[in-house]
């Protein structure tokens, strides 16, 4: 089986210094994995010169001229830049040269390029973004985080239909749980999008276990596979839910810090709080897909280091593996069967 | 000048087991303080002895022989329960018999009673909701956190008005920073009801920061010191805030908890723990006040424990004290004032 990533090099805050050094771990973890960094092979040939040779067959260089800038507007990157590292690392992807295409750059380019290199899904309006956050019970994963500022219910059916094909690969479970974002678990809480989608999705072959409120994306009182919103709101919480890893980890440090006692009182706890870190390391996070189009796209936080950049590619890896675009495929063409048939 | 404040004594998980204590604490912290315990006098009476006789004409049992539960549907209370502790202690305020309200019952019947009572004030549309959150900042003040469900840009814009009144009395802020809650800080982000909203606030005389993201609400990259959002927004972005601080917790008692060596070095680092845990404790957050009827309502946590309970009362005697309801009249008429000049 095929398994060839194309890889926007230029992308994100740190560009090549991330994207090579995580392309080459990944190389060395996974000899099945094929990589081809897109950008510019001035930078780029010299940076991985004995990597070559080292990984022969299995790592190349496409050249791309251009590099689409992280506050650049979506429609003139699409407009102006058609030599990018990030359209180059799409265009492998619709021309069959590449199985996936990572990239840390601008998320509005990225999706508007996606979508129009790639197209949709037959039966699907509307991409949407699908990420994973650590919880109490593990991880849920949640969609859609901010493609999209305005859903009809069937959109939001749509996006449950997507997310449970990545909560089945990436987990690896036969039914996932679903639920629905919603200020309330009582049926007759919520705006009017949310509470048809609940039909909609009642009436469905999916496991869908009713609302869930914010607090189910980390610490609900049930377990939930796959918490289905408005990109909105998702956005909204998403953000909120590392804010507040970022205040409560700013806090802990304080406490720490105050004075030498309490300072050598975090280094005697230091492999303690090591472990609760990694836990929750958002980088052991990174990595969203883009759903609804024909072709995998996993778009890496714009920050992200090594490691981050890392579970990126490998995220790509595993939705390959489980042919996830070619199931939400075939998923949504059996749920339009079936809506057809009611 | 008058401080009274009824409470309903039977709301709440809690009920009287939090209420009482709670009061009377707060009697005893300020001797100008007046309360109305209202509920059951059966059960009130007795475990009020001896407090009637301390706080002698500051401490009164007024009896309302119903009582809401914490599941009912806000139409039937409002309908069935005419003599129900939470509707009573409302009823006071309108006749001004109590300057504020404080209850930890059901907040949808609370809501709903609420604003059948006391009605809203000249120029608000409809009520919302506010409360306080932890930041790296100090705190942040965020409305609606869940009164309403679909706003329009004059709704959000209604809700920074009554905000900005009450961050001024409770901070001592002259000219609060106001941000609009969105998926990202450019004009272009963000659905049409913000767009629009964010048009109203520029021309306003707010100090109107721009769009802010999920993350501002505890851990921006700028102070802001209200946060306005659609209610079902702001109400899933403060319970996955709720939710991340209990899953972070969670991992860190987990930490600290996994064996002999770990336990032992939660012992050496305790009084480190609980200042961090203190300065992040929800219960010195609790405490939402409903805005834009014409009175004051402060709705407590359900859960709310003494301490919590007692947060939510001096709440309310700072907003009596530093009269939020007329100042927000007198915003709002300002305001709409400006409006018809322009």
Redesign the interface.
């Known amino acids: 089986m095929s398994l060839t990533i194309s890889i926007d090099a230029m992308g994100g805050d740190f560009g090549l210094d991330v994207t090579i050094p995580a392309s080459l771990d990944c190389l060395r973890a996974n000899t099945e994995l094929n990589l081809i960094l897109v950008g510019d092979q001035e930078q780029l040939k010299p940076r991985l010169a004995s990597a070559l040779v080292d990984f022969a067959g299995r790592l190349s260089i496409h050249h791309a001229s251009e590099c689409v800038g992280m506050d650049e507007?979506p429609s003139k990157a699409l407009k102006n830049k058609k030599d990018s590292s990030m359209r180059v690392a799409i265009n492998l992807v619709r021309d069959g040269c590449a199985d996936a295409c990572v990239s840390a750059g601008n998320t509005g380019a990225l999706m508007a390029t996606a979508r129009f290199v790639l197209k949709m899904i037959p039966g699907i309006d509307r991409p949407a973004i699908i990420s994973t956050l650590?919880?109490?019970f593990g991880h849920t994963h949640v969609l859609d985080l901010?493609a999209n500022?305005?859903c009809t219910a069937e959109h939001l059916f749509q996006f449950a239909v997507m997310g449970v094909e990545v909560v089945k690969a990436v987990e690896n479970i036969e039914n996932p749980k679903v639920g629905l974002?919603?200020?309330g678990e009582e049926d007759?809480k919520?705006?009017?999008q949310v509470k048809s989608a609940a039909k909609l999705l009642e009436n469905s072959s999916l496991n869908y276990i009713g609302f869930v409120?914010?607090?189910?994306?980390?610490?609900?009182h049930v377990k939930v596979d796959l918490i289905v919103?408005d990109?909105?709101?998702g956005?909204?919480?998403?953000?909120?839910?590392?804010?507040?890893?970022?205040?409560?980890g700013?806090?802990?440090r304080?406490?720490?810090g105050?004075n030498l006692l309490?300072r050598v009182?975090?280094l005697?706890?230091y492999p303690?709080?090591k472990?609760?870190k990694n836990?929750?390391d958002p980088r052991k996070y990174n990595g969203a897909s883009f759903l609804g189009l024909r072709g995998l796209v996993i778009k890496s936080h714009g920050g992200a280091d090594v490691l981050a950049f890392k579970t990126a590619i490998q995220l790509a890896e595993c939705e390959i593996k489980m042919d996830v675009i070619k199931k939400i495929s075939e998923q949504v063409e059996t749920s339009l069967a079936l809506r057809e048939c009611v």
Chains 1, 2 share one sequence.
């Open positions: 507007s650590p919880s109490i901010g500022v305005d974002l919603n200020i007759v919520g705006n009017e409120e914010g607090d189910s994306l980390t610490a609900g919103a990109g909105f709101v956005n909204v919480a998403l953000k909120a839910i590392e804010g507040t890893a970022k205040m409560i700013s806090v802990l304080d406490a720490f105050k309490t009182a975090g005697i706890v303690v709080l472990s609760f836990r929750i």
